[in-house]
């Protein structure tokens, strides 16, 4: 059973940095690109970034909303992904999923994590 | 960037309806379109990717259609648990976007 668990979340002041992480199982790891996607409270969906499979060497995209603030990186040891934002401002308030993409499916992103709630207020 | 706009924003419906959701695409993005589904407080599932597409496990009432810039969600047979905002999201090219989503609710 395919499982994605995300933690790391948590109330943060402005200006802060923070790691998410999303601990991923059931399936072979290196084999899929993951992307993280965030939802504001009461709004829509947002793309934050993605990092390919290893097979594409696990090369990164990012959001140009938070592209300089943030980085994606991978574990294949511990099947875990993570994403750390850096200087974090009010906006970045919301609930971040990670999701997996399944490239034999087109790149289409199949499974999501529970989320974890990132709260930036002083 | 693309931008993905879904109508309408909201309906209501009754059991037993069918309910079509549609997601316009700024540009062409060939079929690569997914669909999902959120119930308040729990996170997206996945329903339809390349289109039309079912995941596994979703239910045949749900279906989808469209290429190009044009696409549809279809639920052939409303039920009370398909209340729930519903996102259509391309993956053609980056970054990858959302539509608004549409919230169905139940008559």
């Known amino acids: 059973e395919v499982q994605l668990v995300e933690a790391g979340g948590g109330l943060v002041q402005p200006g802060g940095s923070l790691i998410l992480s999303c601990a991923a199982s059931?399936?072979?790891?290196?084999?899929?690109?993951m992307d993280w996607v965030r939802q504001a409270p009461g709004k829509g969906l947002e793309w934050v970034g993605r990092t390919r499979n290893k097979a594409n060497s696990y090369t990164r995209e990012y959001a140009a909303s938070v592209k300089g603030r943030i980085t994606i990186s991978r574990d294949e040891s511990k099947n875990s992904l993570y994403l750390q934002v850096n200087s974090l401002k009010t906006e970045d308030t919301a609930v971040y999923y990670c999701?997996?993409?399944?490239?034999?499916?087109?790149?289409?992103?199949?499974?999501w994590g529970q989320g974890t709630l990132v709260t930036v207020s002083s | 960037d693309i931008q993905m706009t879904q109508s309408p924003s909201s309906l209501s419906a009754s059991v037993g309806d069918r309910v079509t959701i549609t997601c316009r695409a700024s540009q062409g993005i060939s079929n690569s379109l997914a669909w999902f589904q959120q119930k308040p407080g729990k996170a997206p599932q996945s329903l339809i990717y390349a289109a039309s597409s079912l995941q596994s496990g979703v239910p045949s009432k749900f279906s989808g259609s469209g290429s190009g810039t044009d696409f549809t969600l279809t639920i052939s047979s409303l039920q009370p648990e398909d209340s729930a905002t519903y996102y259509c999201q391309q993956y053609k090219s980056y970054p990858l976007t959302f539509g608004g989503g549409t919230n169905v609710e139940i008559k």
């Open positions: 059931g399936f072979t790891f290196s084999d899929h690109y």
């Open positions: 999701v997996r993409v399944t490239p034999v499916k087109g790149y289409a992103p199949d499974y």
